[in-house]
């Protein structure tokens, strides 16, 4: 999305404040600015030799700080130029220690760590304006790419004492407790306050944002969303997830039996969701019906390889 918007003559910039989305990646591609310089962690090494997903956690720009060059990078473009920004904040993230308290009722660290992101995407949002940049005339799109599951603090969490101790946050598993995110679009024209109860998927946001601006977007596996703007309704999309991390566990040595995970989680109608686990490399095929047990803690076998008996 960035490179077909800076072909059609967007000044396109990023700040980014994590490891995982360093420019080794490639995730620059078709950035004219792209900010993902981050702090060593508290030992001085270099967090993308880490492996440990909770170590690397602790190298991170904190939210001020991808507020503060997201606008520096926004007041050095020409004020009439079309802008796309993509600033990523990773606060809600281990280990969940909040740095200020806005006075927002909250049940846990993690909870703080939402709102104190809340507050400074406000911060943003107010400075976009202060530019000169109208937010009526802005399109703005919030989403995260997963959850957290946090063992035992809300009632879908699978990890640490509730079978799954590899889990330590998201990487392991595909229960909507990580994988089910919010996607809230806001822009010129849309319909305001309306939610959309159809599953969508993430890997539709690219296609939608261009859209609405009118240009051409190039094949990829999601779909525009703007038949849902009309009334929101539409059709439920089935929705794809993977998760190789597990190979990374299990190589550490410390689950040698942990294997990769894909699922599909299909919707009918409001009465008829289900999701489908899979892993791969054996023959082990899960399906939770997550209208009855919307935690996914019953799971039934389609089909169990005998030594993979998962809790």
Known sequence: MAQQLTDAGYATGAVVSCPGLNKWYGLNRGFGFYDDE?????DGSDPLTVGDVKMRGLALKRAPLVVERSLGWLASQPSDQPFFLFAHFFDAHWPYEPPEDFGVEVDNPY???VAYSDHYLQRLLTGIGELGHSLDDTLIVLFSDHGEDLAGWYPND???EHGHPYEEGHGCLLFDTTQHVPLIIS??????DMEVDSQVRLVDIAPTVLDLLKLDAPRTDGASLTEYFADGTGPHRPAYSETYYPEERRASGEYPDLLPLKAVRLCHDADSRQKVIWTVGSEAVEMYDLVADPNELDGRPLIQ????NRP
Not at 38 to 42: G, K, T, V
Not at 187 to 192: D, F, S, T, W, Y
């Open 38 to 42: 981050i702090p060593r962690l508290p």
């Open 111 to 113: 909870e703080g760590e």
């Open 158 to 160: 699978h990890s640490g």
């Open 187 to 192: 822009g010129p024209e849309l319909p305001a």
């Open 305 to 308: 390889a005998p030594h993979l």
